[in-house]
């Protein structure tokens, strides 16, 4: 970021952000938006508090289990779409209408089928991250060059050395860039389905400091999740550019 | 792991064989042909007329609608450890170094690091690729790359060496080096060698014998046994007659196919 021709490191436009947030806070024009200092507090509080760490630890199980899910169900079936004509035409359809279809609204019938708790959550998690993840991987196996294929054939490769050596590698970029927003799409899944639920771990606290206008709670506990989905796509985003020299050119 | 060397004065022999793709092109149409042993043999055509088409079968990568390949009087089922293919797109795995590259072949075949590595290492020697063992495919030249994929080749110690246009994705400087490489190569090497090109120079510069394609369906139009002495002339034979008069007649016979 340049300002009157000096460079000046990017996270500044952060500062700047914040500081807006504090006047218009500052100015009491809203109760929802307490100035920002508040929400830091709010934020430092949370990180002392007891029930926060429950609903964190039950949060993140279930976001962890239903990543799980996804990533073991996503991969192999977008790599199966890929490799197999007929798995494609069988699975395409669903998994291109799940990927844009607005997931939240079958929550409540996942709620009758599966109960109030954590279970519905890792559903949803999964049910959120799973599609993205199959669609990239199915767009990275279908990318190989057919001469890579043909190479490890030509050079006797049994099935799982052509899948293990080859083909997951070469798919890689892709399926790293799934992976992402995968995750994305999966911290969304636990916060929504928790709200809709309502009563178990960040989803209860979001109701609890809503419905008692505590906003510099909310926001702080809004904050630590964006915080928190947008470190861990970096994460993957440092693995993605550990593969980019060869995405290019394969 | 080889099986019993069958010595036969022909180690390849192609019978009858056809291909017609999914959708009714037809590719090549009842070719018999006989590959010498330890001879480089080139398959010369129109473009699109189905010389890679039919490497693809020789290799076992392409099934045959009709006929059959024998490969030491073996029928073919698919590839096999007689057989190493040269990619036109040389068919590197990015992600790996030229060492792993170059052993991949004796990777997928179980042997140990070590020693694939030590075999890996004599033949990247070989090509002229000393020093970039730990290299990536997109730190290296196009003319390199081809290197890397002709010492993968050399690793699994086939008899046959099965080259599809390899030269064809590199300029023109390159191309003439890599052609003297090879023909050197080979005299340590011994080998036999298809080699498809669409450039009548190549052929008959590299080749004892040039097979004439024709037109799709292709069939085998013309055997020429081009005679020269590919070594001891180093080079000279552009400027051979002999050579300039085949150059000559292959084109004079090609010409014929182009619109």
């Known amino acids: 970021m340049t300002i009157f021709g000096k460079k000046i490191p990017m996270f500044f436009a952060l500062f700047i952000w914040m500081i807006v947030w504090e006047i218009i806070g500052r100015m009491e024009l809203l109760f929802l938006i307490p100035p920002f200092t508040k929400v830091l507090t709010g934020m430092w509080e949370l990180l002392g508090n007891g029930k926060f760490h429950a609903a964190l630890g039950i949060s993140f199980t279930s976001f962890l289990y239903g990543m799980g899910l996804a990533i073991v169900i996503g991969i192999p079936l977008g790599v199966l779409m890929g490799r197999i004509k007929l798995v494609d035409e069988l699975a395409g359809m669903w998994v291109n209408v799940f990927v844009s279809a607005p997931l939240s609204a079958v929550i409540p019938a996942l709620m009758v089928l599966l109960g109030f708790g954590q279970t519905t959550v890792i559903f949803t998690v999964m049910l959120f991250a799973v599609w993205i993840i199959t669609i990239d991987t199915r767009a990275g196996v279908k990318n190989i060059s057919p001469s890579l294929i043909e190479m490890s054939n030509s050079y006797g490769a049994g099935k799982w050395d052509l899948y293990s050596k080859v083909i997951f590698w070469a798919a890689l970029p892709e399926i790293l860039a799934g992976l992402r927003l995968g995750l994305i799409r999966g911290v969304r899944g636990v916060v929504v389905g928790q709200l809709l639920i309502a009563i178990v771990g960040l989803g209860e606290l979001f109701e609890l400091y809503s419905r008692n206008f505590l906003m510099d709670l909310f926001w702080a506990l809004v904050v630590l999740i964006f915080m928190f989905a947008y470190v861990i796509s970096e994460i993957v985003n440092h693995f993605e550019q550990k593969v980019e020299f060869y995405a290019g050119q394969r | ?259």
């Open chain 2, 1 to 259: 792991m080889q099986s019993q060397v069958v010595t036969t004065e022909h180690i390849i022999e192609v019978k009858g064989i056809s291909k017609t793709y999914d959708g009714g092109v037809e590719a090549i149409k009842n070719i018999d042909l006989q590959i010498p042993r330890g001879e480089l043999t080139t398959l010369l055509g129109p473009s699109g007329c189905g010389k890679t088409t039919l490497l693809k079968i020789i290799a076992g990568l392409l099934p045959p609608s009709g006929g059959e390949v024998l490969i030491n009087n073996k029928p073919v089922h698919g590839p096999g450890p007689e057989r190493a293919f040269v990619f036109q797109d040389f068919a590197l795995l990015p992600w790996a170094t030229v060492l792993r590259n170059v052993s991949f072949g004796l990777e997928l075949r179980k042997m140990p690091k070590a020693q694939r590595h030590e075999i890996a290492r004599k033949y990247i020697s070989e090509v002229g690729l000393d020093g970039f063992e730990n290299s990536y495919p997109h730190e290296l030249s196009g003319g390199m790359r081809q290197r890397v994929g002709l010492a993968r080749a050399l690793t699994v110690d086939s008899d046959i060496l099965l080259m599809d246009e390899p030269f064809a994705s590199v300029d023109e400087q390159t191309r003439r080096k890599l052609q003297d490489d090879l023909l050197k190569l080979l005299q340590i090497e011994k080998k036999t060698v298809i080699f498809v090109t669409h450039s009548i120079e190549e052929a008959v510069y590299v080749s004892d014998k040039v097979v004439l394609l024709g037109p799709r369906p292709s069939s085998v139009m013309k055997i020429i046994d081009t005679g020269l002495d590919h070594i001891k002339s180093d080079g000279d034979i552009r400027r051979d007659k002999h050579y300039l008069d085949l150059v000559e007649d292959l084109w004079l016979i090609l010409k014929q196919y182009l619109t």
